[in-house]
C-alpha cells in the first residue's frame, strides 16, 4: 500500500482519493481549510498553507509520504525539487509543477525549446511595459498574470483605453509575489479543446478521446467527449502533448489544452494533473476516469489502452450567493432523468460562481454530442444551491 499526500482537496481531489481507496492506496488529503472535499473521504487530512515552505516541511517529516500528488497549482513549488531529492515521487515531477504554475516558465518550454505553435506572446512588469507589448503583439490581445489559475486577473484589451485597466485588473487577480504578466495575441480559434494524456513509466503514452468545452469568467462550463475535429489537427495535438509532457517528465494524467483556428492547433497550457473540463469521464464514457488513469500511473499499474466506451457530457452546478451552510434542492428532478447522473461536492461553504457539483450525462457512441451536452446542460439548471 503507498501513502499519498495530496495537495489540494477540491472535487478532482476527492474523486482522486476515491480511486485511490477502491485500489487500497492510504491518502493523507491538505487543503487551507477543514473539512474540504477530498478530506470527506481520505484517511488523514492537514489544514495548512501550502505556499508556506516549513508547513509543507512540516507534514511530508510528519507522514513520510512515498508519493506527493499536487491537486492545485498554489503550492510553494520549489520545494517540490527537495522531496524529489529525498526520494519521494512528486507527481509528475517537481519539475512539471513548478513550470506549470508559472506561464512564463511552461510558455518559454512550448514555443522557444520545444518550438509548439502558440499564440504570440510578451511579457511587461508595469503598466509602461504593457503599452510596448500591447504595441507589439496587436490587439485585441489577452493579458495574464504569470501566476494565477480560473481567469483570475485575466482580461482582453480591445483597445488603447483598456490597457491602464487590464495592468491594474492582473495586479488584483495575481497570485504570490510576481508581478509579471504575459500578453498573448487573442486567437480567434473555431473551438478548444482538451487532450487528457497519460504518461506511463513503461514510456506508453496513451490519450484520451478529445474533450471540448466553453468558457465563461474563466471557467469551464460544459465540456464534452469526444469532440468532433479533424483528424490531423488531433494528431497534431497528439505529438505537441507528447513533448510537452515528454520534457517535464513523470508519470499520470495530464490535462493538454490546444485551440483550434483556421490556421492550425495552437497550444495554450497544460496541468500535469487531472483537469476541471476532464470530469466528464465521469460520466462513464471510458474505460478508466481520468482520476484512476491518474492513480494507476502514479503507482505503476500499466494501462494498456484507454478505450472510449460511450459519449458524454458534464455542465458545472454553481453557488449565486455567500453561505457558511449551503444547502441544495432540485436534485429529486434530476435524478430520473434517463442516462443522467450529479455530484455534489460537499464543500463546505459557497460563494457567488463557487463550483458546487456537477451534472453528467451519456449516451451510446452513436448518439448525438449536442443533444447530451443540452441535455446536461438543462439538467444543471433544475439544481440550485441556497443559503
Ligand atoms: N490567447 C488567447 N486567445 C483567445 N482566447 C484565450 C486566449 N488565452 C485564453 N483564452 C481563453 O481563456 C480561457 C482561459 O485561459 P487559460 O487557460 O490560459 O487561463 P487559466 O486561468 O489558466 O484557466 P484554467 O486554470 O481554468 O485553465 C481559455 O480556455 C480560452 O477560452
Ligand atoms: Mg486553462
Known amino acids: 500500500m503507498a501513502k499519498i499526500l495530496l495537495l489540494g482537496s477540491g472535487e478532482l481531489g476527492k474523486e482522486f482519493v476515491i480511486a485511490a481507496q477502491r485500489l487500497g492506496q492510504y491518502v493523507i488529503a491538505v487543503d487551507s481549510y477543514a473539512n474540504a472535499p477530498a478530506m470527506q473521504v481520505a484517511h488523514e487530512f492537514e489544514v495548512i498553507d501550502m505556499l508556506n515552505g516549513a508547513a509543507l516541511d512540516s507534514i511530508v517529516a510528519k507522514h513520510k509520504p512515498d508519493y506527493i500528488v499536487p491537486e492545485i497549482e498554489a503550492i510553494r513549488t520549489e520545494k517540490l525539487y527537495d522531496y524529489e531529492k529525498q526520494g519521494i515521487t512528486v507527481v509528475p515531477s517537481a519539475k512539471a509543477t513548478n513550470y506549470t504554475m508559472n506561464r512564463k516558465a511552461i510558455r518559454d518550454l512550448a514555443a522557444k525549446d520545444l518550438g509548439l505553435k502558440t499564440a504570440n506572446y510578451r511579457y511587461a512588469n508595469s503598466a509602461q511595459s504593457l503599452h510596448n507589448a500591447v504595441s507589439q503583439i496587436g490587439m485585441p490581445c489577452v493579458v495574464k498574470p504569470l501566476m494565477s489559475s480560473s481567469g483570475k486577473g485575466q482580461s482582453t484589451i480591445k483597445t488603447e483605453a483598456d490597457i491602464n485597466k487590464a495592468w491594474e485588473y492582473s495586479q488584483e487577480g495575481s497570485r504570490g509575489d510576481v508581478a509579471e504578466v504575459i500578453v498573448e495575441a487573442f486567437v480567434n480559434f473555431d473551438y478548444e479543446i482538451t487532450l487528457l494524456t497519460l504518461t506511463q513509466n513503461d514510456g506508453n503514452t496513451l490519450y484520451c478521446a478529445p474533450i471540448g468545452h466553453r468558457q465563461e469568467r ?121 442516462k443522467t447522473d450529479f455530484r455534489i461536492f460537499g464543500k463546505p461553504t459557497s460563494r457567488p460562481y463557487r463550483r458546487m457539483g456537477v451534472v453528467v450525462t451519456h449516451d451510446s457512441l452513436s448518439g448525438n454530442i449536442q443533444d447530451v451536452t443540452n441535455r446536461a446542460k438543462n439538467a444543471a439548471k433544475l439544481i440550485s444551491v441556497h443559503k
Open 218 to 338: 474563466g471557467d469551464y462550463q460544459e465540456s464534452w467527449q469526444p469532440a468532433t475535429m479533424d483528424q490531423n489537427h488531433l494528431e497534431t495535438a497528439q505529438e505537441m502533448a507528447k513533448k510537452v509532457t515528454n520534457a517535464l517528465g513523470g508519470n499520470g494524467i495530464w490535462g493538454v489544452e490546444f485551440f483550434i483556428a483556421p490556421d492550425g492547433v495552437y497550444f495554450s497550457e497544460l496541468s500535469p494533473r487531472p483537469h476541471d473540463t476532464g470530469m466528464v469521464t465521469l460520466a462513464g464514457t471510458q474505460n478508466f476516469n481520468e482520476f484512476e488513469l491518474h492513480l494507476r500511473a502514479i503507482i505503476g499499474l500499466p494501462i494498456p489502452e484507454i478505450t472510449l466506451e460511450r459519449m458524454g457530457a458534464s455542465a458545472v452546478i454553481l453557488a449565486s450567493e455567500f453561505s457558511e451552510n449551503p444547502t441544495f434542492s432540485g436534485t429529486e428532478n434530476v435524478a430520473p432523468l434517463a
